[in-house]
């Protein structure tokens, strides 16, 4: 009986009436984001003019990419670094020298960057 659903399953795969699903529209947003991994991203350190604090600014994003999905990016550094932040402007803010840290948490969600 299993090996007849599983027939019936991959005859329906092939049939082209069918209206395409979500597995489809998953599959575009995993192209979108290779695409923007394909960018390189620069990890820099800035302290001056923000009253003797440091930050780590990550830019360089893609023209295409929108402002919530930098937010969402940033949402995820802070989390995963457990330090402040925000995202400003196409660029992500984070509390403190974190260079190497940001790096190696790019590197993990498929982005390439370089520390300037």
Known sequence: MAEDFRDALRAML????????????????????SAYARTRLDI???????????????????EGMSHEEIAELASQLKQKLGAGG???????????????????????LGWKSRVC
């Not at 003019?49 to 994003?61: D, H, L, P, Q």
């Not at 925000?86 to 993990?108: F, H, M, N, Y």
């Open 86 to 108: 925000s995202s400003r402007g196409g660029e992500i803010l984070i509390q403190g020298d974190r260079r190497a840290d940001l790096q190696k948490v790019l590197e993990l």
């Open 44 to 62: 820099f350190f800035e302290k001056k003019g923000r009253g003797g604090k440091k930050a780590t600014i990550v830019s360089g994003f893609p």
């Open 14 to 33: 092939g049939n082209a009436d069918l209206p395409a699903g979500e597995d489809s529209a998953k599959d575009i947003t995993e192209a979108d984001t």
